[in-house]
């Protein structure tokens, strides 16, 4: 199903230190486009590499017009990449893959035709068999898994993978900001796309460089996980969890303090402000009214913030 009025295809690849494999990785998805009969660009995010990454791609859009590159003046992350590819990416089909070859372009093809035919808005690829190291990498990520999928009710074996493929309408209304890269799928149900499948992908044991993967990543995830599942449930709405909590704290704390007044009334105690109780009731009043302010301030700003994803971008090639 191609439209010869646009195109078919945009690959996003962000990449960091990974001048080793970009000339085979490009080669290889010039290939699989060719032999398909694609329209296609291809959007190189070099996210600040400290190597020979940018050279490499500009070297390789002399050779090839469809490879484009964005260069970061400095490393903003994963997500900051994927958010300027999606702005710049043209394809009635977007996919994503990492620059490291662990993601074949072979599986191309078959997620333009999940997105193409079959209607899916988001396609996510599940490795299924993983040649990563079973206690740094595959144990976080299947923990990972586990409470992305409790907390947002997607039934996805890998929400991490790399290798996605979505519409170019998904992309254009979701924003990608932090490290949410990680929970993508989560934003596009939470934009209102909700047929969201899996593919089984291959996954390719590392040919070069090292992986970035590190156990802080595995901590920010999980809170990168609250925040999101955060944002999605009161993110236009923080009144409705602040005031709900902020409100029951204090009439807590306040029922406490009529309590005590009773008491002193009817049984003419003396000193009742020595009581541990009434700090307790006053404590909670306190945090109740901080809570129902926290809300109030958080309904004004309503995630209102402008610059949260302006990057500085040093060069650009092929793109306007």
């Known amino acids: 199903m191609h439209n010869?009025?646009?195109?078919?295809?945009?690959?996003?690849?962000?990449?960091?230190?990974?001048d080793e494999s970009l000339s085979e990785l490009s080669e290889w998805i010039t290939r699989v486009m060719k032999e398909n009969n694609f329209s296609y660009e291809v959007i190189m995010i070099d996210d600040g590499s400290t190597d020979n990454s940018w050279q490499v791609v500009q070297d390789i859009a002399k050779i090839n017009t469809n490879f484009k590159g964005i260069k970061f003046q400095r490393n903003y992350g994963k997500s900051a990449?994927?958010?300027?590819?999606?702005?710049?990416?043209a394809g009635s089909v977007v996919i994503t893959m990492d620059a490291d070859m662990q993601d074949s372009p072979d599986e191309v093809p078959g997620l333009y035709k999940m997105?193409?035919?079959?209607?899916?808005?988001?396609v996510s690829g599940w490795k299924k068999k993983r040649y990563d190291n079973k206690l740094t990498k595959n144990l976080p990520s299947k923990l990972f898994n586990a409470a992305a999928r409790k907390s947002s009710g997607i039934r996805l074996h890998d929400f991490n993978c790399g290798l996605k493929a979505y519409k170019n309408k998904t992309i254009k209304c979701i924003e990608v900001y932090g490290e949410m890269h990680r929970y993508i799928p989560v934003l596009a149900k939470w934009a209102g796309f909700k047929k969201i499948g899996e593919k089984v992908v291959e996954h390719r044991a590392r040919k070069y460089g090292v992986t970035k993967f590190g156990w802080n990543r595995f901590v920010n995830g999980f809170l990168d996980l609250a925040t999101i599942s955060f944002i999605s449930r009161f993110g236009k709405r923080p009144m409705h969890f602040f005031g709900l909590y902020g409100s029951l704290c204090f009439m807590l704390g306040f029922f406490i303090s009529i309590?005590?007044?009773?008491?002193?009334?009817?049984?003419?105690?003396?000193?009742i402000s020595d009581s541990p109780v009434f700090f307790i009731g006053l404590t909670i009043m306190i945090i109740g009214m901080q809570l129902f302010l926290a809300g109030f301030i958080?309904?004004?700003?309503?995630r209102n913030?402008?610059?949260?994803?302006?990057?500085?971008?040093?060069?650009k090639t092929g793109l306007d």
Do not use: Q, W
Request: aromatic fraction near 8%.
């Open 4 to 18: 010869p009025d646009k195109l078919d295809i945009s690959v996003i690849v962000p990449l960091y230190n990974e």
């Open 81 to 89: 990449a994927l958010n300027e590819g999606f702005k710049a990416a």
């Open 115 to 122: 997105i193409m035919e079959d209607g899916f808005d988001l």
């Open 259 to 271: 309590y005590l007044i009773i008491m002193k009334i009817t049984h003419a105690r003396a000193g």
């Open 298 to 302: 958080g309904e004004l700003i309503a």
């Open 305 to 315: 913030a402008a610059d949260r994803n302006n990057y500085l971008i040093e060069k």
